[in-house]
């Protein structure tokens, strides 16, 4: 059975010119980049082309990249050294973002007794400016944390405007591009957000490493204690293969950007065109969503729903529903939760999440697979 991948939004492969990066640091080039000797400065070398080659795909300085773990890593940090350190007094989101943010933003109401206020969402996704003009212009010391695509409903956010905005306002603004790094063109001198996050294995790098992108003399100090790595921001011995792949898969994304983008719009074109004929009643969540999710609402009965992902599954098809964080659980998507009404909500979902390596035939696998629920 040829198994078919439609989850890219969950994480994606790893391209073969990035495991081969990989292994020959993993075999050649394994000495600690903090040592001094040949070993040492060789892999140090490697992380700091690293850093410089992350940086030009976004058009940030060197110095403004940050390794860290994981998006989840680098949000926490974010927001937490905002607070603790900037002394933010209030954080702004919204109620779709990413549970690495929404969760930090609560605990840091815990434990600095910070304010969150979470600016308005339209049904079709989108952020309500007027509401986050509105909040801004109490006058307190603010961040702004908006993701740039929802990793749910693939809704994009205007980041400039966003940016223009929260600046207006002399608010801080932080982006999780955690779904959008990689799948489109980013330059922070033209959109000067203050702190992004990405994650390399969305964009067919390895998983567990991901970067910060601190504009400088922001002021954020470690929130990890230990030696003085990433100038002292982030404690811990860089994990140089993990780096190397970011940078290899990064570098990769944005040379094969223009076809890839293309290859898979066309893919989503297809899939609504077969959910017309097939499933004339289905429902996109979102407007003028992102290039490669769609988040759908399928017109089947209860029985069927229940066996939907189980269904896909034993036909070897991975899609999602809601975030992967909660598949299989009964709670409906906190981002379904917060556009749809009571109705929908309860509604059979599903996100398909494209990435270049799928085709047509992907597609019709698919739906052959619904039709036959
Ligand atoms: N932010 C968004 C929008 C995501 O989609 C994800 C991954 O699901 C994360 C953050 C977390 O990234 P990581 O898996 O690197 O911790």
Known sequence: MKKIYLDNASTTSI???????????????????????????????????????????????????????????????????????????????SKIEHHAVLHTAEMLIKEYNIQVDYVNVKPNGEIDFTDLVELLSQNKKTLVSLMHVNNEIGTVLNLEKAVRITHDYNAL?????????????????KIPVDFLVASAHKFHGPKGVGFAYVKKNSGLQSMIYGGEQEKGLRAGTEAVHQIVGMAKALELSYENLTTERIHISELKKYI?????????DFKINGEETFYNILNVNLPLSEEKTSMLLFHLDMKGIAVSRGSACQSGSIKPSHVL?????????????????FSHYNTKEDVDALMEALKSI
């Open 337 to 353: 939760a917060e556009i749809l009404d009571n109705e929908e909500v309860k509604k059979p979902n599903l996100r398909i999440s």
């Open 272 to 280: 609504i065109g077969r959910l017309e004929i097939d499933f004339p």
């Open 173 to 189: 603004f932080h982006t999780d591009t955690v779904q959008s790094i990689g799948k489109t063109e980013i330059d922070v001198q």
């Open 15 to 93: 391209r073969p010119e990035v495991v081969q990066e990989m292994t020959k640091v993993l075999l050649e080039d394994f000495g600690n980049p903090s040592s001094t000797h040949s070993f040492g400065r060789g892999a140090k070398v490697l992380v700091e082309s690293a850093r410089k080659s992350i940086a030009k795909q976004i058009n940030a300085a060197a110095s403004e990249i940050i390794f860290t773990s994981c998006g989840t890593e680098a949000n926490n940090w974010i927001l937490r050294s905002c607070v603790r350190d900037l002394k933010i007094e209030r954080i702004i989101t």
